[in-house]
């Protein structure tokens, strides 16, 4: 607390560089620099999709602050700021489950376990849904209490658009669910052509959606485009021998 800005970054990099020590650890290999073209030209055919992704989820996830911005202003987007807030410190939470669900699903992939995949898949996207639930109906109980206690009043404004995007936070681990499923069924480029149409059509929206619901379009915008797109998941999941 006392570092600032400064201490967030270095709470963040400790325990990356924790993790990465023990990890190298818990492999027991010896490291030695060694260049192979033929594996790097499959790693950068294999990766070069998912890093795509990673840049559209980027400019995905601040194109709304500045369509805000560009219509209402800094006041607007300092109320959407804080209603976002908390739903993605709970999406940063939820990377930790997909570190572990990854490679178990592509530990079944490899020795062709369809159906022990999709069972995996349908439990995982069922419990999201549920805890998801859980957490909607709290927020819309315990909204405006838990803004005036941890936050301040003035921050009030925050509190729908905060309830609705832990509605869209659902959308977007269910999304997440199937997506690392394709990608580790070996269809990594997928999640890449889904996101460019969620991408399209979100952007879209958000230039008819914010001005006439100013935060809450946003909101209801990235909700449909993730509405849309997630039959597709299932679309080319289902293609895999994954229903």
């Known amino acids: 607390l006392d570092m600032g800005a400064h201490g967030l970054v270095w709470a963040r990099l400790v325990p990356n560089i924790l993790c990465l020590i023990i990890s190298i650890m818990a492999v027991q290999s010896g490291f030695r620099f060694e260049f192979d073209l033929e594996w790097f030209k499959r790693l950068f055919k294999f990766g070069l999709p998912l890093y795509g992704n990673k840049l559209l989820a980027f400019a995905y996830s601040r194109a709304d602050t500045l369509v ?13 700021e804080f209603a976002r807030r908390i739903p993605e410190s709970i999406e940063m939470l ?8 990854f490679p178990y699903i592509t530990n079944l992939f490899s020795s062709k376990q369809f159906e022990r995949i999709s069972n995996m898949v349908n439990h995982a996207n069922r419990l999201t849904a549920f805890l998801g639930g859980l957490a909607v109906i709290l927020s819309f109980g315990l909204g405006d209490w838990f803004f005036r206690v941890f936050f301040s009043e003035q921050y009030l404004p925050s509190v729908p658009p905060f309830i609705a995007l832990m509605v869209v936070l659902i959308f977007i681990a269910l999304d997440s669910n199937m997506g690392y499923t394709l990608v580790a069924i070996g269809e990594q480029e997928k999640p890449l052509f ?4 969620r991408f399209g059509i979100v952007l879209g929206s958000y230039f008819i959606l914010i001005p006439m619901f100013q935060v809450v379009g946003a909101v209801i915008a990235s909700l449909i485009g993730l509405a849309v797109v997630n039959p597709l998941n299932v679309f080319f999941l289902r293609r895999k021998q994954v229903e």
């Open 194 to 197: 889904i996101n460019i149409i």
């Open 94 to 101: 939820y990377t930790s489950f997909i570190e572990v669900f």
């Open 68 to 80: 805000i911005g560009y219509f209402f202003g800094p006041a607007e987007i300092a109320i959407y």
